[in-house]
């Protein structure tokens, strides 16, 4: 296993759109977050995942996102009705509760361009 | 909300030269991360704190867990092109990162 792998590494839609994208953590890591990183920003913590339970939403999951864990494994977020502004990087990370301080080994992103 | 402030927002330095960047925050934190971020890419752990006080390498880099235990330290010794990059320190957890900063290396 060699990190966190993240699918598609790109995606261009057009406003409306549903998408949808997945994340590959690290085999033994139970836990799982989704961030979204805009041009000159850190990225942005968006949810995480305690194997399959969804244990914290920020606010800034709007109820056009959804994300799942569903065998506590691969994880997708699914953006509903695109919009221009959730054009972003969308980073994925993964961790173990095992690790003294929680730390999070990222994915490459995958970068969202919505017309 | 907890907030993260990193200084300086950008550096440009002569291949070679050491660097000095620094994290502060509105809250105190038991863990500080420094990450790495090159362009199109996730970020990349540097460096990970655990106690105030503590001073920890990673090759040429060096960091240090404030004594207030609301700051941080990062420094890179005699930098290399590849250096070039975005240095995001965060908070632990659900990971609070500041907003970077980005390192140009002059030719």
């Known amino acids: 296993d060699t990190g966190v792998s993240q699918d598609p590494r790109h995606k261009i839609t057009k406003r409306g759109q549903n998408v949808t994208f997945r994340c590959d953590p690290i085999?033994?890591?139970?836990?799982l977050y989704w961030y979204r990183q805009t041009l000159g920003q850190g990225p942005e913590f968006l949810t995480y995942?305690?194997?399959?339970?969804?244990?914290?939403k920020s606010r800034l999951l709007s109820d056009r996102f959804s994300a799942e864990r569903p065998k506590g494994s691969f994880s997708t977020l699914e953006i509903q009705r695109t919009e221009q502004g959730d054009s972003a990087m969308y980073l994925c990370?993964?961790?173990?509760?095992?690790?003294?301080?929680?730390?999070?080994?990222f994915g490459p992103g995958t970068r969202l361009t919505v017309l | 909300g907890q907030q993260l402030n990193q200084s300086p927002q950008s550096m440009f330095i002569q291949e070679g030269e050491d660097v000095s960047m620094n994290c502060t925050s509105s809250s105190i934190f038991n863990t500080w991360l420094w990450y790495k971020q090159d362009p199109g890419e996730g970020p990349v752990l540097l460096i990970a704190?655990?106690?105030?006080?503590e001073l920890t390498s990673n090759g040429r880099l060096t960091a240090q867990f404030g004594t207030t235990r609301k700051d941080s330290f990062l420094n890179i010794s005699a930098s290399i092109p590849s250096d070039v990059g975005i240095y995001f320190c965060a908070g632990p957890l659900r990971i609070i990162f500041g907003k970077g900063t980005r390192l140009h290396i002059l030719p």
């Open positions: 704190l655990y106690k105030a006080g």
């Open positions: 990370a993964s961790s173990s509760i095992r690790d003294r301080g929680h730390e999070q080994f």
């Open positions: 995942f305690q194997n399959e339970a969804q244990l914290e």
């Open positions: 085999s033994e890591h139970n836990r």
